[in-house]
């Protein structure tokens, strides 16, 4: 078993930044993967950026290339996701979850561990 404990967030102006953190306990050696996600009202949930635990190779959701920065600190066994640049479209309830896939996939019904979610609002 794997717990994702998330903190960060809130609100922002358009143009702002934020900071959101994941840190995981339990069975963490097993962790193929480290994704966050979001999820709008009336949207579905979408990957935004996720890394691998073993080469640390990262994967980027369009929308926030150039913008969002997804990091890891195995000492602490927390991902962070350091945002930039936020728009109003940004604003959605943002999760961290864990993959033990082996492989890259940004599908959340291959996410075997969710974090509580946090809400990002970014006003215009």
């Known amino acids: 078993q794997v717990q994702l404990v998330q903190s960060g967030g809130g609100s922002v102006q358009a143009g702002g930044s934020l900071r959101l953190s994941c840190a995981a306990s339990?069975?963490?050696?097993?962790?193929?993967?480290m994704g966050w996600f979001r999820q709008a009202p009336g949207k579905e949930r979408e990957v935004v950026t996720l890394?691998?635990?073993?080469?640390?190779?990262?994967y980027y959701a369009d929308s926030v290339k150039g913008r969002f920065t997804i990091s890891g600190d195995t000492a602490k066994n927390t991902v962070y996701l350091q945002m930039n640049s936020l728009i109003p479209e940004d604003t959605a309830m943002y999760y961290c979850?864990?993959?033990?896939?082996?492989?890259?996939?940004?599908?959340?019904?291959?996410?075997?561990?969710w974090g509580q979610g946090t809400q990002v609002t970014v006003s215009s």
């Open positions: 979850a864990a993959s033990l896939w082996g492989f890259e996939t940004i599908v959340p019904s291959q996410y075997d561990y």
């Open positions: 339990g069975a963490t050696s097993s962790i193929k993967q």
């Open positions: 890394i691998q635990t073993g080469d640390g190779a990262a």
